[in-house]
């Protein structure tokens, strides 16, 4: 197969090249991220991509747009939707090249970032390839995303911070500053061993089905961050197996939210349960990948699909998008 593959960086083509390579596809590499802001994360980034392919020795199509005014115009007005309209920017030009330079289909090393997202993405990547008339390769490289960050490192490329456009460095400060403000407060956690029904309320409203909650809150163990005394947070981890945990709930009262308290308690679980089991893993819907990432659980471990269909009497949605499937990632642990 002749395979054009979108690179958003270096970092995250390190290892689809690896497993492309490993299928004896042909690939060719195109670069064009008009998303990336400001100047010099756009130039680190695309130096870092150019170094890759040249130590990689595969051959290019590079699109060297700075894209900051026709990205902002873009998404002026929906910036919270944008990332839809920078999958639909890029993917257009991408699939537009495939078709027109002979290629078999396409494909992007985005599929590998637990950080973007993965539906959508998909969703986007098949819309362009029927509206150009050019097969799209769906292949989820997510599993080697912790393997190709290594390799990144030890060929010493630019490791970025943030996704790429303004909007998402803006998020990133912001999440760093609600971290500090949070550490300024007194709290303590606390593991809850009696009268746990009380928390049902709190726990429902990150997990709707009454039967499951009761179920992992019956077997499970169920911590609470308190602020002053009152409680602000509490999530709930079960037994898999001698060697692996699973964190089943995190839930945070809604005036206290995006303030960091729950990955603060998801630390303290890892600084717990790392005497006992090797991995402890989680399970969630698409929308909230990028915190559970951010917060540890740096591996992807599987996609069960239609969890949300099959588990659920009534339809799941989470910040409009309609849950069907459910994204397992771990975060390994130094057990026993």
Not at 155 to 178: H, I
């Amino acid at each position: 197969m002749k395979l054009l593959m979108h690179s958003c960086c270096g970092p995250c083509s390190t290892y689809p090249i690896k497993l492309l390579r490993a299928q004896d596809i042909d690939i060719t590499s195109m670069w064009f991220n008009p998303n990336i802001h400001p100047y010099m994360e756009y130039k680190n980034r695309y130096e870092s991509y150019k170094k890759l392919m040249e130590i990689e020795k595969i051959p290019t199509i590079e699109i060297d747009n700075y894209g900051l005014i026709d990205f902002t115009r873009a998404v002026y007005n929906h910036e919270y939707e944008r990332c839809r309209t920078c999958y639909e920017m890029r993917f257009d030009v991408i699939a537009k090249t495939a078709k027109e330079k002979g290629f078999d289909a396409f494909t992007s090393s985005l599929f590998v970032s637990p950080y973007q997202k993965h539906e959508l993405l998909k969703t986007v990547a098949e819309e362009k390839a029927k509206e150009h008339g050019i097969e799209f390769l769906y292949i989820d490289f997510r599993e080697g995303f912790k393997e190709g960050q290594e390799i990144a490192r030890e060929m010493g490329l630019y490791m970025q911070k943030y996704c790429g456009c303004v909007y998402s460095e803006a998020e990133r400060y912001k999440d760093e500053n609600a971290t500090e403000v949070k550490l300024k407060n007194t709290y303590e956690i606390v593991k809850i061993k009696q009268e746990k029904e009380q928390y049902m309320p709190l726990l429902l409203e990150a997990d709707p089905s009454v039967e499951l909650v009761e179920s992992y809150l019956k077997n499970g163990d169920l911590y609470a961050l308190k602020l002053d005394g009152n409680v602000v947070s509490v999530a709930v981890v079960a037994k898999l197996d001698d060697s692996t945990c699973e964190l089943k709930n995190v839930a945070t009262k809604e005036e206290y939210r995006n303030m960091g308290y729950a990955k603060r308690l998801i630390k303290y679980l890892f600084s717990i349960y790392k005497q006992k089991y090797a991995k402890m893993i989680v399970g969630t819907s698409e929308n909230n990948i990028p915190f559970y990432v951010k917060s540890g659980f740096d591996t992807y471990e599987k996609t069960v699909k239609n969890f949300f269909v099959d588990n659920y009497k009534e339809e799941v949605w989470d910040n409009g998008l309609h849950c069907m499937d459910m994204y397992y990632y771990g975060k390994k642990l130094k057990g026993k």
